[in-house]
């Protein structure tokens, strides 16, 4: 697998990735993206064959990021493709000059996959946000991870 950055010639395969999973961002959204202030896109690849396998989009204001999305296609979930986005998403936020000193996000309380992926990323509950989701309604758990300042950026 390889990451690069969110691009337009990239966003229509994102695209449709989002129309392939649950509660999937529409065209909009993702187009909107590329023209976030102080946005983070990263697309994932498969290696050989070329072809989107997982995106994540986020940004980052002075010292605090926030991660909006990780999406991975159907085919490819529990190989390490959301926590190669992760990881490359928490050095992309630590390496820009003053880096970020951590990163929030939210994820709904059902969400059982993407919590434990937090959670062995060492973030953190610092909230609820009651009924947040509302198809199906479920609360948002607000995580929280300290970052480690990268040495020598």
Known sequence: MYIESLSPENSVAVIALEQSVESGWSDRAVRREL???????????????????????GFRVGQEAELLRIAVVLSE???????????????ECTGQGQGASSIFLEVAETNVAARRLYAQFSYKQVGRRKDYYKQPVDDALVLNKVLTPRKGV
């Open 77 to 91: 979930r529990q190989r390490g493709v959301a926590s190669a986005l992760l990881a490359q998403f928490e050095r």
């Open 35 to 57: 023209d976030r202030p102080l946005g983070l896109q990263l697309v994932a690849y498969e290696r050989y064959a070329g072809t989107v396998i997982g995106w994540c989009c």
